[in-house]
């Protein structure tokens, strides 16, 4: 009679080589990581990691992705240890996205690496600041989708695969063109079924709604709120109508129903009054610093710099990259001093 010690196999590597093969498994629309388009700097294949794992595993170590604890959702610097703050809501979108990859066919691990870097160009304050850096921008449109490849391009060079730049570039609804791979269109409606459920579920617990205020063309189709039911319902009908029409897409009466959700948040959370005057001071302490920076320069430290970049680049770069309680501190510092009388 064997031992448990003698029943056990011995492990065996799995190389990078048996991992692209399992690809092909995949939906003919996945991408696959062995005909990525590539990287702006060649690089020798890794002998395990196939390229969109090593993409993964850049994001998850870099600094911008480490900054996401610090910033905002919806409530700006919150003082509960439950409510949603950029990295949760990241993890949140990374956990939906892959639910709806695995089911469809996709690329699992393309998918995670899009979903782990999309906010990491965000602003602090949430898309507060993101209007507040807007106002320096010709056109005026500062988006943090661009920034985002900036970032990894160039801030926090990463040298990351085209396709996880283009989930970056993509994954906010109104930029065109839209995404190129099947991953980044899984990325766009994760983030939507993410934040819309978790903001819903913050704003109850700080008592500024309550479940009660959802208007019934939204719990008709959905049902009584419920985070993880309403979550599991938007995740099914993007997968029942992904596979009847042939491309990411979503059930039009759910979709109809997120519609009618996300303007009720509009309405009641995100531009309530309370909200509307949170964002003029979180937008004056951005301007602020700004314009600070932009008469001092030589206070960005040159870990922020980019010294070929024009001033005004090296000092929206510097504050986009700020945390929110980084921000409030340093305007305390250059604004509020202590020690005065």
């Not at 819903?200 to 959802?214: F, K, M, N």
């Not at 710099?305 to 024009?310: G, K, N, Q, Y």
Request: net charge negative; glycine share 6%.
């Amino acid at each position: 009679m064997t031992s448990p010690a003698e029943q056990l196999q011995p492990l065996r590597p799995v190389r990078r080589e048996q991992r692209e093969a399992r690809e092909d498994m995949l939906s003919p629309q996945a991408a696959r990581s062995s005909r990525s388009r590539g990287r702006g700097r060649r690089e020798i294949p890794d002998p395990y990691r196939t390229e969109f794992e090593r993409d993964r595993d850049r994001v998850l170590h870099s600094k911008a992705f480490r900054r996401l604890k610090h910033k905002t959702q919806v409530f700006i610097n919150p003082e509960g240890d439950h409510f949603v703050t950029r990295m949760s809501h990241t993890l949140q979108v990374t956990q939906v996205a892959r639910a709806l990859a695995v089911a469809l066919g996709l690329n699992e691990v393309l998918t995670e690496a899009i979903c782990l870097a999309h906010d990491c160009g965000h602003t602090p304050f949430g898309h507060t600041g993101e209007a507040a850096l807007s106002e320096y921008v010709d056109g005026g449109e500062w988006l943090h989708s661009e920034q985002g490849v900036r970032l990894f391009e160039v801030l926090e060079p990463c040298n990351l695969s085209w396709e996880v730049l283009d989930g970056i570039r993509a994954h906010t609804w109104r930029v065109k063109p839209p995404p190129h791979t099947a991953e980044g269109w899984v990325c766009r409606f994760a983030d939507r079924i993410a934040y819309l459920n978790h903001d819903l579920q913050d704003a109850v617990r700080a008592g500024v709604i309550s479940a009660g205020d959802v208007p019934g063309e939204i719990t008709d189709v959905l049902g009584p709120f419920s985070g993880g039911i309403w979550i599991n319902t938007m995740i099914e009908a993007v997968i029942e109508q992904s596979c009847r029409r042939g491309k990411i897409t979503m059930d039009a009466e759910v979709l109809l129903a997120m519609k009618h959700f996300r303007e009720f948040m509009f309405e009641s959370v995100y531009l309530r009054p309370e909200a509307t005057a949170q964002a003029r001071r979180a937008t004056g302490v951005i301007h602020q610093l700004v314009e600070h920076l932009l008469a001092h320069p030589d206070q960005i430290p040159d870990s922020y710099r980019i010294v070929e970049a024009e001033p005004l680049t090296q000092v929206l770069d510097y504050v986009a990259g700020m945390t929110d309680r980084y921000a409030l501190s340093l305007h305390d510092r250059l604004f509020r001093p202590r020690g005065l009388v």
